[in-house]
């Protein structure tokens, strides 16, 4: 089978997606011919290039010009102002923009990007937005050319504004029409959003030329009996509309040569319950969860094959069966059931079939089994990725929220689905949380190894719910063994098994980052989501990470059902506390959202959590069906912009010292949580760590690593000396061991 993986735009510019590397890696496994194309990164080069802009201007230049006397006219002379300087100054950014972008990749080897970024940096003719200008307004430092790489990241930004303002109000850096996908109820309205004006004026052409790309060409042949599989990865709400329009494109021009599927976390989560007939104009079937099973089972029928194409319709039975409901009685018809598979032995497939649904089967045990199989033991497959083409964008001088974009990423994960998987808001009840299946790490570590060596990319972005702890010591000890040649990050739960020895040894096996969920900074509120954790634990936790060199990040929560604005404050007084003590360096606060497969919304149905009340679907009716809506969730929504505010402020360093009440325009109540809280709880966990560096070492030497480096002999070799995380420490020669704990020896866990 030929198989054609496609990743529709709009998203992450820095690296590739990695549900294309791992479809990848599993087709060609199969024996399948297969490529994948990241058109994501193929938009950003048709827009974002001299060709590109000359075409924007070309079409907007006049309504630019008639947007700013609006603006003008209402008051608003600083938006007017920006509107008439980007169609001024429209030459300054031709003649900039492929010199803008050469800067942003630094891997390409373009030659001009360094040299350039002098005059970029400090010229008087070089093309200005309100982006750049706000970043140069606030540097707390002389301007060098180091700074070009925000300018240029910031000058993209600006141009991204424009566009959304006069071009396509859908358009954003990483995401596209991503608010109308989830609050829309119609799919028509959602649908006719393949044919704006980014879609229509930049991607079509993509796709144009992708069909004449000659591996494309060798896939797609219309004069075999053999259909050739397209795979849309949607992982998000901001793909959507583009996946329609990709979906569109090639079912208009390869008709029956092609069975476009559309698959990913979107799918997953909000289109696991449709019954949306017109899904059937663009694609031939969903894949739910990972894909391998329902893949495994679609190359064992008979639906690729062009001559098979009147076998999957269904029938009605006396009228009863409604698609648009899906209830009611359906049969399929005579000729599919003499096929060698059924429709319904296809592992996790919604079919689309001339309007009608035909259920995926849930009990196959086989596709189930080797579902597992294969997620244990694929590495993913990034041959077709050239990672020189992907802007390394700084849209932050917070070293933490730096590591997402200022990097390319290879992204893979130790593990698919939550080890713990108990939390109250996640989607406990679907695969990709509940489905917990670990990889063989040393597999896994060679083959992202060697994937690091052929890229040139030594960096592993771990995409993983939570990055299990003992698979984390795992790789590190492999890529000790390796000489620590991968740097890598990722998500975590924030766990006791955290130790300063344990974060010792993560960070000599290459780990810089991990970020977290803290979600409710309260003790009744971390019981409240099963969080399985209390705060003296996630302060132990940030502890050691901190002192062993690793950033961390934690994601915070607001808006609950069931949280009050005490709740609220004494929740942010916590965080406040955290940063001033040194321990986070990035956070982010996300609106809570009530979810279809959350825990919370299954203990609701079981009649907990009274206070509680989800509105009926009649009531808001939506196309993306995951995303539920309660009584009294507008409330929580004017925190929002001072939660924000006061956060990025703390990051940079600001703002420390002032009461957490104070950030809101509104009157809120003092907090109650003590000013010592976090100070008392870094002194508990500096008393255990001390207890523990002062504990005679196990007898099981497997467990005991030295990372301190050669010890040198001082003072006629009485005393030693050694260098460990930039301090010098001398102790006797004849020094009990665990003299050396927490200075280059360490203990992991038995």
Same mark, same amino acid.
């Given at each position: 089978?030929?198989?054609?993986? &496609?990743?529709?735009?709009?998203?992450?510019?820095?690296?590739?997606?990695?549900?294309?590397?791992?479809?990848?890696?599993?087709?060609?496994?199969?024996?399948?011919?297969?490529?994948?194309?990241?058109?994501?990164?193929?938009?950003?080069?048709?827009?974002?290039?001299?060709? #590109?802009?000359?075409?924007?201007?070309?079409? *907007?230049?006049?309504?630019?010009?008639?947007?700013?006397?609006?603006?003008?006219?209402?008051?608003?002379?600083?938006?007017?102002?920006?509107?008439?300087?980007?169609?001024?100054?429209?030459?300054?950014?031709?003649?900039?923009?492929?010199? =803008?972008?050469?800067?942003?990749?630094?891997?390409?080897?373009?030659?001009?990007?360094?040299?350039?970024?002098?005059?970029?940096?400090?010229?008087?003719?070089?093309?200005?937005?309100?982006?750049?200008?706000?970043?140069?307004?606030?540097?707390?430092?002389?301007?060098?050319?180091?700074?070009?790489?925000?300018?240029?990241?910031?000058?993209?930004?600006?141009?991204?504004?424009? =566009?959304?303002?006069?071009?396509?109000?859908? /358009? %954003?850096?990483?995401?596209?029409?991503?608010? &109308?996908?989830?609050?829309?109820?119609?799919?028509?309205?959602?649908?006719?959003?393949?044919? +704006?004006?980014?879609?229509?004026?930049?991607?079509?052409?993509?796709?144009?030329?992708?069909?004449?790309?000659?591996?494309?060409?060798?896939?797609?042949?219309?004069?075999?009996?053999?259909?050739? &599989?397209? *795979?849309?990865?949607?992982?998000?709400?901001?793909?959507?509309?583009?996946?329609?329009?990709?979906?569109?494109?090639?079912?208009?021009?390869? #008709?029956?040569?092609?069975?476009?599927?559309?698959?990913?976390?979107?799918?997953?989560?909000?289109?696991?319950?449709?019954?949306?007939?017109?899904?059937?104009?663009?694609?031939?079937?969903?894949?739910?969860? $990972?894909?391998?099973?329902?893949?495994?089972?679609?190359?064992?029928?008979?639906?690729?094959?062009?001559?098979?194409?009147?076998?999957?319709?269904?029938?009605?039975?006396?009228?009863?069966?409604?698609?648009?409901?899906? +209830?009611?009685?359906?049969?399929?018809?005579?000729?599919?059931?003499?096929?060698?598979?059924?429709?319904?032995?296809?592992?996790?497939?919604?079919?689309?079939?001339?309007?009608?649904?035909?259920?995926?089967?849930?009990?196959?045990?086989?596709?189930?089994?080797?579902?597992?199989?294969?997620?244990?033991?694929?590495?993913?497959?990034?041959?077709?990725?050239?990672?020189?083409?992907?802007?390394?964008?700084?849209?932050?001088?917070?070293?933490?929220?730096?590591?997402?974009?200022?990097?390319?990423?290879?992204?893979?994960?130790?593990?698919?689905?939550?080890?713990?998987?108990?939390?109250?808001?996640?989607?406990?009840?679907?695969?990709?949380?509940?489905?917990?299946?670990?990889?063989?790490?040393?597999?896994?570590?060679?083959?992202?190894?060697?994937?690091? $060596?052929?890229?040139?990319?030594?960096?592993?972005?771990?995409?993983?719910?939570?990055?299990?702890?003992?698979?984390?010591?795992?790789?590190?000890?492999?890529?000790?063994?390796?000489?620590?040649?991968? +740097?890598?990050?990722?998500?975590?739960?924030?766990?006791?098994?955290?130790?300063?020895?344990?974060?010792?040894?993560?960070?000599?096996?290459?780990?810089?980052?991990?970020?977290?969920?803290?979600?409710?900074?309260?003790?009744?509120?971390?019981?409240?989501?099963?969080?399985?954790?209390?705060?003296?634990?996630?302060?132990?936790?940030?502890?050691?990470?901190?002192?062993?060199?690793?950033?961390?990040?934690?994601?915070?929560?607001?808006?609950?059902?069931?949280?009050? %604005?005490?709740?609220?404050?004494?929740?942010?007084?916590?965080?406040?506390?955290?940063?001033?003590?040194?321990?986070?360096?990035?956070?982010?606060?996300?609106?809570?959202?009530?979810? $279809?497969?959350?825990?919370?919304?299954?203990?609701?149905?079981?009649?907990?959590?009274?206070?509680?009340?989800?509105?009926?679907?009649?009531?808001?009716?939506?196309?993306?069906?995951?995303?539920?809506? /309660?009584?009294?969730?507008?409330?929580?929504?004017?925190?929002?912009?001072?939660?924000?505010?006061?956060?990025?402020?703390?990051?940079?360093?600001?703002?420390?010292?002032?009461?957490?009440?104070?950030?809101?325009?509104?009157?809120?109540?003092?907090?109650?949580?003590?000013?010592?809280?976090?100070?008392?709880?870094?002194?508990?966990?500096?008393?255990?760590?001390?207890?523990?560096?002062?504990?005679?070492?196990?007898?099981?030497?497997?467990?005991?690593?030295?990372?301190?480096?050669?010890?040198?002999?001082?003072?006629?070799?009485?005393?030693?000396?050694?260098?460990?995380?930039?301090?010098?420490?001398?102790?006797? %020669?004849?020094?009990?061991?665990?003299?050396?704990?927490? $200075?280059?020896?360490?203990? &992991?866990?038995?």
């Amino acid at each position: 089978m030929n198989v054609l993986i &496609l990743q529709p735009p709009v998203m992450q510019l820095n690296t590739a997606y990695p549900s294309g590397a791992y479809l990848s890696a599993f087709f060609k496994n199969q024996g399948c011919k297969t490529a994948w194309f990241d058109l994501n990164i193929s938009l950003f080069d048709a827009i974002f290039c001299r060709s #590109g802009l000359e075409k924007l201007f070309s079409l *907007c230049s006049k309504k630019a010009v008639d947007l700013a006397d609006s603006f003008e006219r209402a008051g608003n002379s600083e938006a007017a102002f920006n509107l008439r300087r980007y169609i001024s100054t429209k030459d300054l950014w031709l003649n900039w923009i492929d010199t =803008i972008t050469a800067i942003l990749r630094p891997a390409a080897g373009q030659g001009t990007s360094y040299e350039s970024a002098h005059r970029f940096a400090f010229g008087a003719h070089v093309p200005r937005g309100a982006r750049m200008e706000r970043y140069l307004q606030g540097l707390d430092h002389q301007l060098t050319t180091d700074d070009a790489r925000s300018l240029a990241s910031y000058a993209i930004a600006d141009l991204a504004d424009f =566009i959304t303002a006069v071009f396509d109000e859908n /358009f %954003a850096l990483v995401r596209y029409a991503e608010s &109308l996908t989830v609050s829309e109820s119609s799919f028509e309205k959602i649908a006719s959003g393949a044919d +704006s004006p980014v879609l229509k004026t930049f991607y079509l052409p993509v796709l144009e030329n992708l069909i004449e790309n000659p591996r494309v060409k060798e896939l797609i042949n219309v004069d075999s009996d053999e259909k050739t &599989l397209v *795979c849309v990865s949607l992982p998000f709400a901001g793909t959507f509309t583009p996946a329609l329009a990709t979906g569109k494109f090639f079912k208009q021009k390869f #008709g029956e040569n092609v069975f476009v599927t559309f698959g990913g976390g979107f799918i997953n989560t909000e289109l696991r319950e449709t019954n949306e007939a017109g899904l059937f104009d663009f694609c031939d079937a969903l894949s739910y969860d $990972r894909g391998y099973g329902s893949y495994w089972r679609l190359m064992e029928s008979a639906l690729l094959k062009k001559s098979h194409t009147d076998c999957f319709r269904t029938n009605n039975v006396d009228g009863h069966f409604d698609p648009s409901t899906g +209830s009611g009685h359906r049969r399929l018809n005579d000729r599919i059931q003499r096929t060698e598979w059924t429709v319904a032995q296809i592992y996790k497939l919604r079919l689309f079939t001339a309007g009608s649904v035909i259920e995926p089967a849930e009990s196959d045990d086989d596709a189930q089994n080797f579902e597992k199989e294969q997620t244990a033991s694929i590495v993913p497959d990034f041959s077709d990725i050239d990672y020189s083409r992907y802007p390394l964008l700084i849209d932050d001088t917070n070293p933490m929220h730096r590591l997402w974009s200022d990097g390319a990423w290879i992204k893979a994960y130790m593990a698919h689905g939550c080890y713990w998987h108990q939390c109250a808001f996640c989607d406990v009840t679907l695969d990709y949380v509940c489905g917990y299946c670990p990889t063989d790490i040393k597999k896994l570590y060679e083959g992202l190894l060697a994937t690091c $060596r052929e890229k040139k990319v030594y960096g592993i972005h771990f995409v993983d719910e939570a990055m299990p702890p003992a698979m984390m010591l795992a790789f590190a000890k492999e890529n000790i063994s390796h000489g620590s040649p991968i +740097s890598w990050w990722g998500n975590i739960r924030f766990e006791k098994f955290f130790t300063r020895d344990v974060a010792d040894f993560l960070a000599y096996g290459g780990l810089v980052g991990v970020s977290g969920g803290l979600e409710i900074a309260t003790g009744n509120g971390l019981d409240a989501i099963h969080k399985g954790i209390d705060l003296a634990g996630v302060v132990q936790a940030c502890c050691a990470f901190k002192e062993a060199g690793i950033l961390v990040h934690a994601y915070m929560i607001y808006g609950y059902w069931m949280q009050k %604005a005490q709740d609220l404050i004494n929740s942010m007084e916590t965080l406040r506390q955290f940063y001033a003590a040194g321990l986070l360096d990035s956070s982010f606060w996300h609106k809570f959202v009530l979810t $279809r497969h959350s825990r919370v919304y299954k203990e609701w149905k079981e009649g907990k959590w009274p206070d509680l009340k989800p509105l009926e679907e009649k009531e808001i009716p939506l196309f993306a069906k995951n995303g539920l809506h /309660f009584k009294g969730e507008e409330k929580s929504e004017k925190f929002g912009p001072a939660l924000e505010y006061s956060l990025d402020e703390w990051m940079h360093g600001r703002g420390l010292e002032r009461p957490v009440q104070s950030w809101f325009d509104f009157d809120l109540p003092k907090p109650t949580v003590k000013k010592d809280f976090i100070a008392k709880n870094i002194e508990l966990y500096e008393q255990k760590r001390d207890e523990a560096f002062a504990a005679p070492l196990p007898e099981d030497k497997n467990r005991i690593y030295w990372l301190g480096g050669d010890k040198i002999q001082v003072k006629g070799g009485k005393k030693i000396s050694w260098i460990y995380m930039g301090e010098e420490s001398t102790e006797k %020669a004849d020094a009990e061991p665990q003299k050396f704990r927490g $200075r280059g020896l360490c203990v &992991l866990p038995g």
